[in-house]
């Protein structure tokens, strides 16, 4: 099983279960860091995650990813969290929910000496990003960009 295949069905199996708990899934991944895979599940509500919701998911998947169609996989970890004050924006419907926000965008290369930038998101169009930053706007290649998320100052 690829993880593209992986990371459908657990997110098709995880979205029901979000939704009759009053939660929205924001994304699943499985990565390896390291010698170890995790399996993500990124959980979001308005008014904040508990620790008992993502108890409530994971016991729910938990029956599910122990069937023989996920026998192949590496061992792995099971994560479910919240979504995070500075969730990473991956999917076209992070990117409207996110328009107007300030973002903090990682380049692979350093981009005129820097490796990050933060504006406000204008606009994600396919493979184009743009950002405001003091007035003027930012078109980026999503080619360049490592990663964009929500920034958060404390």
């Not at 409530?56 to 996989?73: C, G, H, N």
């Not at 706007?137 to 998320?149: C, G, I, P, Q, T």
Request: net charge negative; glycine share 6%; charged share 30%.
């Amino acid at each position: 099983m690829t993880t593209k295949e992986l990371v459908k069905k657990v997110w098709d199996k995880a979205a029901p279960l979000c939704e009759e708990n009053g939660l929205t899934l924001w994304d699943v991944t499985f990565e390896k860091e390291g010698r170890s895979y995790y399996l993500n599940v990124f959980i979001d509500r308005d008014e904040g995650v508990w620790i008992e919701d993502c108890e409530t998911i994971s016991r729910a998947l938990d029956p599910f990813l122990d069937e023989k169609q996920f026998d192949s996989l590496p061992g792995y970890t099971l994560n479910v969290s919240s979504a995070g004050l500075e969730r990473r924006l991956t999917r076209p419907e992070h990117f409207a929910w996110a328009l107007e926000q300030d973002v903090d965008v990682s380049f692979y290369k350093a981009r005129e000496g820097v490796t990050g930038i933060t504006g406000t998101l204008k606009e994600k169009d396919g493979d184009r990003l743009v950002l405001e930053q003091n007035g003027n706007l930012l078109e980026l290649s999503m080619a360049d960009v490592a990663a964009v998320r929500l920034h958060f100052e404390i």
